[in-house]
């Protein structure tokens, strides 16, 4: 079937203007046949090679990414970015902003470690879906009302992404990652909160980004996925789950690569390693957790909110020596920024929704004086 005129075009400058960066000639192509379908590779090449000097820079051989101030594909928003936190709490300052344009208006070296639950359904924090899951009409966050007689808290489905929307989700971590790298000292780690379906598309374009993988924390605890029998055919196959019964909450552990050896990063950055619990006891990547507790879940109502408990433990050990400044560039209602603020460490957040601005400006003292729980 032949392709629409500029169908081509709008896809490769799409998603070069997505990941915010360059891409190789084998991932631009992916691209296009996730949004397109079947589409030759030399299509793609002979694109990308007319319009070298218009369109796209050429930054290495089979690499390009958008010209600066290209106008075949639009230009950046144009307006003013706030550079002014909305609230200062504590340690904490929480930025009403995009995330991104924050980042990449943000000094480069700035931030010592970064510790975030992101968005992954791309969709799911979308107004539409959020003004679904405010007045329960489901949507993307639509789930069985109770499982085994217990109700359910609202989860993104993860199973219904297609090959576009992985291809989306790469070049939206590919772009965080790339930004982080530019605004994390040399040794800073990133902690990135995932799930078993999608923590390999998390690491490998974070990767892709500039940073170091570094392996992965489990956190043990029961998230309510799978386990379901087969929909609409649970009596005849009573026995069969389709997926098994998550118990365990993997995030991802990346950093910025060292200067050198990780003494030398340590001396220079004060970055590059994890804060042990004790002269005697190291940080471990297994942190037994339970689900968010009620009251938590009263002072800050979001649907991904995680426990001080477990948090104050990732934050805290993201500083191997205590010092520098977290950030959390998907703030939501401020749960980092105070489990930062329960140890006395400097926090940045950025949330992009002004709903979760005005409850986290209300949580984060609250959270931050919960003192029932132990980071060590």
Request: with cysteine; net charge positive.
């Amino acid at each position: 079937m032949a392709k629409a005129p500029g169908s081509i075009r709008d896809s490769i400058c799409g998603y070069l203007q997505l990941i915010g960066g360059e891409a190789s000639l084998n991932e631009i192509s992916r691209a296009v046949r996730a949004r397109m379908g079947a589409t030759s590779p030399s299509s793609v090449r002979s694109y990308l090679n007319i319009n070298v000097g218009k369109t796209f820079e050429r930054t290495s051989r089979g690499r390009y990414k958008l010209k600066t101030n290209s106008n075949d594909f639009g230009d950046a928003n144009g307006h003013k970015l706030n550079l002014d936190p909305v609230a200062t709490i504590g340690k904490a300052k929480l930025y009403h902003s995009d995330c991104f344009e924050w980042l990449a208006a943000e000094p480069a070296s700035s931030i010592h470690a970064c510790v975030t639950d992101p968005p992954y359904g791309l969709v799911e924090y979308s107004e539409t879906e959020q003004q679904k899951l405010r007045t329960g009409k489901g949507g993307v966050w639509r789930i069985p009302p109770s499982f085994d007689g217990h109700q359910r808290a609202p989860l993104p489905r993860f199973t219904v992404l297609d090959d576009e929307d992985r291809i989306q989700l790469y070049a939206f971590f590919k772009r965080l990652g790339m930004l982080l790298n530019r605004v994390l000292v040399p040794g800073g780690n990133v902690v990135v909160a995932s799930n078993p379906l999608l923590a390999h598309i998390v690491g490998s374009a974070m990767t892709e980004g500039g940073l170091e993988l570094r392996g992965g924390i489990i956190r043990l605890v029961m998230t309510m996925r799978g386990g379901d029998r087969p929909k609409n055919a649970h009596k005849e196959f009573h026995d069969v789950s389709v997926m098994p019964r998550s118990m365990f909450e993997p995030w991802v552990i990346l950093r910025r690569p060292v200067e050198g050896r990780v003494q030398d990063n340590l001396r220079r950055h004060k970055t590059g390693g994890f804060r042990r619990l004790s002269a005697e006891r190291p940080f471990g990547d297994v942190i037994r957790s339970r689900p968010t507790p009620k009251l938590e879940r009263e002072i800050a109502a979001h649907p991904s909110l995680k426990p001080q408990a477990f948090l104050r433990q990732i934050v805290r050990a993201a500083l191997p020596l205590g010092e520098g400044t977290i950030l959390d560039p998907f703030a939501g209602s401020g749960s980092t920024l105070a489990a930062a603020n329960s140890i006395g460490y400097a926090s940045v957040g950025i949330e992009s929704d002004p709903k979760y601005i005005k409850v986290a400006t209300k949580a984060i003292a609250k959270l931050s004086a919960l003192r029932e729980v132990d980071p060590v």
